[in-house]
């Protein structure tokens, strides 16, 4: 090579070259074979080097005993020197992918201001249909997935899926997508022109799907709506309380593929065989594969009506100023999901707290736009300090947001110990075309310790459910039946034919197939109605009534249907010598199951 | 978990496995043929979600390096397409022809990452240092002029010489053997 090929060859590289130049070594590399040879040799060089300068950093590679894919390198061999240099090679080559990956984070899609920016830039979000105020067409207006309207006057929403939903005055309505809403207050009439279509409204864990059948949702108050079908018939669904996203990090079940970043390394588990590790230095990280969408609100990660982001962690974090340790972190602009340390200028906070360490877990609300709630780590009023959260120890968190509540919530260790009520009905906005992160953020942010069991549910965790997870999780219990991905996370309770009128309740007791916790930590199913309890996990029955319990769920399973239970109350039958039957209201563990009709 | 699901994951797991074994040559491969280090980084991500986006159509008795590096040429030529109005830009004919280049040399290049290797360490310590900031590091050559005292002419240089050397090593050692 050159000197001349060599001068303009690393003019290139570096983007010196003007248009001459670039011209004369194209003109060049066209008519000489050979010194197009050396220049792709060159230029082939230039991108080696990358990988090869991370060797000559010190790599410490922790085996990781499970059957990751990417130790599969350590079970072929039992030799070990070997079996290092080899996962070396991996973490090195995906140090290195890191650097060029994340040193420059700009995007063609989206435009960052410069590289100490974090990404601000908006990303078109996707439009769900038409908003009519009074039906008018002369005054329609795109409707953004997530947006919601709280209308004074009678409005229609036509949605792209062709339904319309007609919204009575004082109604306020959540357009989460085009197939289905949200409605937290008023009366909404939906009907159908093409049966094909569909469109779904969700009340809480509750929702109401038609096939082209017209019907009206009232919400009645705080605890309960009234279902009218006029024709046809709809169905009422109940929420698989089970989460949409998950990661147990052993290898085989995670809702994604996972590819691993500079010192990132798969590990033995807290819960199960498998966790995920990082080195808490700049590039560490694993980068979710898929789940990405082209505009804001699709993809997998695309919320709208709650979030809950739950995890196990183990922590070395030092809480330093400017140092941050995100557990998870999806960066699309604004409409990013966020949940890690902090310790900033709490930029983003709602409420406002003095500056210091914090637990953030931050996303966009249609109204109020990116926030965070940041928990301060100062040990006041039952909260941890850095020094007890990032003990190295495990520590269940849990963060949630309900847009049905308002409250966004921060629970460590199965208690929540802080949160923010927001307006009723702001719907969340995210998701979108940037991959997602978990334990680092590209070149500038990296997580020091272990993260297991990363879940993300698509509705707000109760503080009773939290508090059951963070118990089990203590144990080493796994406590959640991944949701296969045939399933919509709803179940189909109750069809309601034409001329029903029913009443939902958000957490009905009417039919009383409860479930009585035993001496020795399982349950006992029994079922007092003739309306058996649907099984959550294998889609059919438990039989109905008995006078002794018809089957035991160990603790393995009482995880499982946990999520299906919430606490009321049932009428037995105690026997007195003064009377046969004395019925008296007993608190009981019950399954959240029907509906009542009225 | 249905058949569906267990399929799906199987998928998952081996192009996890393909996948970490190939993206150094990958990654060197867009990188070598996209100059700018933030384009090339985002021509990556694309290459990666390419590549998981389009699993489902890769033949398991075609070599998965091969298909990969069809698809990150695919998305490198599309990132040229776009870069079409800059006349700073080669023409794609060109483009096309040193990808195919580059993919001969990177199919072929374990023997040359070793090579490289050994002439790395044939480098003066000041000279490697060099390369595991500037490469390694992401310490850029301002960063570097600052620390040697220096101006970044005298860096970028300093890192001009480093890869004439190391090229001239290389064939070096390819002639020998």
Known sequence: MNDELCRLADGYLEGNLGEEETLRLQNWLQSDPDIKRQFVAHLVLHGQLGVIAEELRTVHVKAAQEDSPLDIAFQRKKDWSRSIRIASAVAIAASVFAIVFSLYPTGRALHVQSETDYESASIPIRTVGFYLPDGSSSRARPVAAGSNASSKESAIFSTASRAKVQLAPGTLFGFADDAFGLLYRGSVDVSIDDPADHYAIEVGNRRIISHGAPFTLTTLDAERTQLTVHDGSVDIQTRLLQPRLYWPFDGHRDSLPIVPFGQALRVPGMIGSGAVQVDGKRGSRFEIVGGTGDTVSSGAFAFSGAITIECVISSTWDGSKNNQDPIFRKEDGPNRILLGFQNDDNDFEIPTIPEGPVLSFGIFLQSSGYSELDMPLDGEEGRPTVAQIADGKPHHIAATYDSFTGVKSIAVDGLVLYSYRFPVGQCIQSGGPRAASIGGWRNRESFSGTIDELAFYDYALTAEQIAMHAQLAAKGIRWIQPRASSESGWVTSRTVTHGEVIVLRDSTTSHVTHIQRTERGAYNLVSTSHNPLLDPVSRGTFAAFGPNPRRSITDYNAARYEPFLTNGTTSRCLRTPESDCQHTDVPTTVALSETSAI | ?177
């Open chain 2, 1 to 177: 978990m249905n058949h569906k699901t267990l399929d799906r994951t199987a998928i998952s797991e081996e192009f996890l496995r393909l996948y970490t074994r190939d993206q150094f040559r990958i990654a060197g491969f867009v990188r070598a043929l996209i100059a700018d280090p933030a384009d090339a980084g985002d021509v990556i991500q694309e290459t990666s979600l390419a590549l998981f986006r389009s699993f489902h159509q890769y033949e398991r008795n075609r070599d998965f390096t091969n298909w990969a590096f069809g698809i990150a040429r695919h998305q490198v030529l599309k990132h040229w397409r776009l870069k079409r109005r800059d006349k700073l830009v080669f023409s794609e004919a060109l483009i096309d022809d040193l990808a195919d280049e580059a993919i001969a040399m990177l199919s072929t290049d374990q023997d040359r990452f070793q090579a490289l290797r050994e002439c790395i360490g044939r480098l003066t310590a000041r000279q490697r240092d060099l390369i595991k900031d500037f490469y390694g590091n992401g310490v850029t050559a301002a960063t570097v002029a600052e620390q040697w005292n220096c101006s970044v002419h005298v860096v970028y240089n300093a890192l001009r010489s480093v890869r004439k050397t190391l090229q001239r090593c290389i064939d070096g050692r390819s002639l020998e053997t």
